[in-house]
């Protein structure tokens, strides 16, 4: 059974168990994943985790946030900066607990195109632009990134939410 069917059984498993301790509301949460392969790197995002890549101090955003605002900012209906200011108030247009075909969306990369990765949950992205990320990031010693963004994000936030996040930064020589 592929990966794919396993995880779309199992969600619509829990979610129906969950409509019924909850009196019928749906439940969903984000998810954002990196496995890393000899030459490749796979990326699910599903919610608003997001993933970037860092190379050689530039900053790439390898995901965007599954949210209404995120769609409007693809269909350049506003800007990043407002995208940026409505994301706090976002809504999620997919989600785990939603939809059992989840998996379409993997990114693949090769592994020379980057040194660094951030997964950073929105906790921290609605609280820090893509800018201060790639100052961050690049100044900082690679064990104080996560940290600092950490602790840049908790000063910033407007709302209670989950500030976390994971770096891997590759061997060098």
Known sequence: MSI????????????????????NRTIGSALGTIL?????TFIFNCGCTRVYSLNRGTLKSLTCDDTIVW??????????????????????????????????DIITINNDEYDKLLLLSDGVTDSV??????????????????????VHANKNRSKYDDVT???YFKKRG
């Open 129 to 150: 632009n893509d800018a201060t990320i790639e100052t961050i990031s690049s100044v900082n010693n690679d064990e104080d990134i996560l940290g600092t963004l950490i």
């Open 71 to 104: 769609d409007m900012f693809k269909n350049d209906q506003i800007s990043k900066e407002e995208a940026f200011q409505y994301q706090k108030g976002a809504k999620l247009t997919k989600y785990l607990g939603k939809s059992k075909e989840l998996f379409n």
């Open 4 to 23: 794919n069917k396993n995880l779309g059984s199992y969600l619509e498993k829990y979610s129906k168990h969950h409509k019924r301790k909850t009196k």
């Open 165 to 167: 996040g994971c770096c």
């Open 36 to 40: 890393i392969g000899n030459d490749k």
